[in-house]
T-cell receptor, first 113, second 110 residues
């Protein structure tokens, strides 16, 4: 089935560690996104990419990094510079034409221990 | 600035009662508007999408939304709430990027 796969579902990070969240899609979408969701709050855009080897910062990019080496993959690294990383992370994708639907993965929980 | 505003962060309805979740948008051009549903610990799932083809949009699970340009609104409704409708609902606007509302948590009381 076509879709967006995020892994791992649950991840624990120690202070000072970098961790990487995986996102893979087989929908042949050009655009991919990472959102952060804190409990009881809306979604905030971290990074997005509309084409391979190119990406742009969203509203809260500090402490995060991404790469887009392949069309189907858009991993997110949460660096030690992100002071409050505990959150639910959502990966999404869409085709790039204006107004097209954005589709989401199942999300990954990151907790700092 | 382009945005969406969801009125009411929490809504409670009795099972079988009307569900009404409110969303207003701010835009100077005809927008693309969406409603998404999120169940606990899951991603967002598309309920319905407005693309200007019709002002009344029907979605999955018996939900529908009406686009009212004069009121800049896109409220989500369902005639009869079911226990399985309990979830978080997000209104979204697509301009040069996606803008999500802050969400409305729907509780259904048996």
């Amino acid at each position: 089935d076509g879709g967006i796969t995020q892994s791992p579902k649950y991840l624990f990070r120690k202070e000072g560690q970098n961790v990487t969240l995986s996102c893979e899609q087989n929908l042949n979408h050009d655009a991919m996104y990472w959102y952060r969701q804190d409990p009881g709050q809306g979604l905030r855009l971290i990074y997005y990419s509309q084409i391979v080897n190119d990406f742009q910062k969203g509203d809260i990019a500090e402490g995060y990094s991404v790469s887009r080496e392949k069309k189907e993959s858009f991993p997110l690294t949460v660096t030690s510079a992100q002071k409050n990383p505990t959150a639910f992370y959502l990966c999404a994708s869409s085709i790039t034409d204006s107004g097209n639907t954005i589709y989401f993965g199942e999300g990954s929980w990151l907790t700092v221990v | 600035a382009q945005s969406v505003t969801q009125l009411g962060s929490h809504v409670s309805v009795s099972e079988g009662a009307l569900v009404l979740l409110r969303c207003n948008y701010s835009s100077s051009v005809p927008p693309y508007l969406f409603w998404y549903v999120q169940y606990p610990n899951q991603g967002l799932q598309l309920l319905l999408k407005y693309t200007s083809a019709a002002t009344l949009v029907k979605g999955i699970n018996g939900f529908e939304a009406e686009f009212k340009k004069s009121e800049t609104s896109f409220h989500l409704t369902k005639p009869s709430a079911h226990m399985s409708d309990a979830a978080e609902y997000f209104c979204a606007y697509c301009g040069n990027q996606f803008y999500f509302g802050t969400g409305t948590s729907l509780t259904v009381i048996p």
